[in-house]
T-cell receptor, first 115, second 112 residues
Framework: DTEVTQTPKHLVMGMTNKKSLKCEQH?????MYWYKQKAKKPPELMFV???????INESVPSRFSPECPNSSLLNLHLHALQPEDSALYLC??????????????FGPGTRLTVL | GENVEQHPSTLSVQEGDSAVIKCTYS??????FPWYKQELGKRPQLIID?????GEKKDQRIAVTLNKTAKHFSLHITETQPEDSAVYFC???????????FGSGTRLQVQP
């Protein structure tokens, strides 16, 4: 299996809701990433997990809470979001962050709309 | 931190022509430079990458060149086809941070 999967594909939530985004890969990768992508912009790194430990947090607001339950799964818990958080949320994985050519495989993304 | 600049922001070519997209990076410690293609509504997909110990890499109609001294790298697409139309992102990764920094993207339109 050479694919990263994400659920749900679309999510609409109110500012008081709590929801979670899920990401899964079965390529044996030990690095997993969350990105946020606004329209016509590049992916913007949010978090990096390496061997199930948080390695990078790009000063993301606490209303976004990542979790890596095991080496195949990555979650992003959402709480009290703002309309400006509406974006495409992309998950990615790579062999590990120490690889010389760490090709990142992206999931299809979750299109999030915050009302 | 790393800064990656990408030009042009939009590029329109006729089918069969070549397209060149250029990126510059700021951190001399960067050692890995991938290029991603993102079609509308789709995920970014790696199309080619190059490591800092290599000056050029080619894969069929796509090639990437790297000039470490000048800190710039370029994507070359020859014999463009309408299905090459997409947004292309360059990226750089340095050994310290171990995360990609993306360029701002180039929207390539190939006119039939």
């Amino acid at each position: 299996d050479t694919e990263v999967t994400q659920t749900p594909k679309h999510l609409v939530m109110g500012m008081t809701n709590k929801k979670s985004l899920k990401c899964e890969q079965h390529m044996g990768h030990r690095a997993m990433y969350w990105y946020k992508q606004k329209a016509k912009k590049p992916p913007e790194l949010m978090f990096v997990y390496s061997y199930e430990k948080l390695s990078i947090n790009e000063s993301v607001p606490s209303r976004f809470s990542p979790e890596c339950p095991n080496s195949s799964l990555l979650n992003l818990h959402l709480h009290a979001l703002q309309p400006e958080d509406s974006a495409l949320y992309l998950c990615a994985s790579s062999q590990d962050i120490f690889a010389e050519a760490p090709e990142q495989f992206f999931g299809p993304g979750t299109r999030l709309t915050v009302l | 931190g790393e800064n990656v600049e990408q030009h042009p922001s939009t590029l329109s070519v006729q089918e069969g022509d070549s397209a060149v997209i250029k990126c510059t990076y700021s951190d001399s410690a960067s050692n890995y430079f991938p290029w991603y293609k993102q079609e509308l509504g789709k995920r970014p997909q790696l199309i080619i990458d190059i490591r800092s110990n290599v000056g050029e890499k080619k894969d069929q109609r796509i090639a990437v060149t790297l000039n470490k001294t000048a800190k710039h790298f370029s994507l070359h697409i020859t014999e463009t086809q309408p299905e090459d139309s997409a947004v292309y992102f360059c990226a750089a990764r340095n050994t310290g941070r171990r995360a990609l920094t993306f360029g701002s993207g180039t929207r390539l339109q190939v006119q039939p």
